[in-house]
Nanobody, 124 residues
Framework: QVQLVESGGGLVQGGDSLRLTCAFS????????MGWFRQAPGKEREFVAA????????DYADSVKGRFTISRDNAKNAVYLEMNNLKPEDTAVYYC?????????????????WGQGTQVTVSS
């Protein structure tokens, strides 16, 4: 059984940085593609970033390219999302996800496991 627990969210001002962490418990972390999604109030869940099991490929939503960086540490069973130059429109609940057979990495349905989410609020 896989469990994902996010941490690191909070209230920050525009231009600040945050680092989210997702702790993976279960087997074979290094066989999962890991993703970050977010959901703002009244909006659908949207793709933010994803990283291949090996860490050799990353994908980003256009809205966060150049500001966010996804990384993973397979020795620690963890994935990270470094968020710089945060904007008010980044305000959302951020979810960590894991999938082994993801093809379209931007599709939430491709990920089997999800965390409970961590709130990120950016004030202007």
């Amino acid at each position: 059984q896989v469990q994902l627990v996010e941490s690191g969210g909070g209230l920050v001002q525009g231009g600040d940085s945050l680092r989210l962490t997702c702790a993976f418990s279960g087997r074979a972390f290094d066989t999962y593609r890991m993703g970050w999604f977010r959901q703002a109030p009244g909006k659908e869940r949207e793709f933010v970033a994803a990283i291949l099991w090996s860490g050799t490929r990353t994908d980003y939503a256009d809205s966060v390219k150049g500001r966010f960086t996804i990384s993973r540490d397979n020795a620690k069973n963890a994935v990270y999302l470094e968020m710089n130059n945060l904007k008010p429109e980044d305000t959302a609940v951020y979810y960590c996800s894991a999938g082994q057979t993801t093809v379209v990495v931007t599709r939430a349905a491709e990920y089997r496991y999800w965390g409970q989410g961590t709130q990120v609020t950016v004030s202007s």
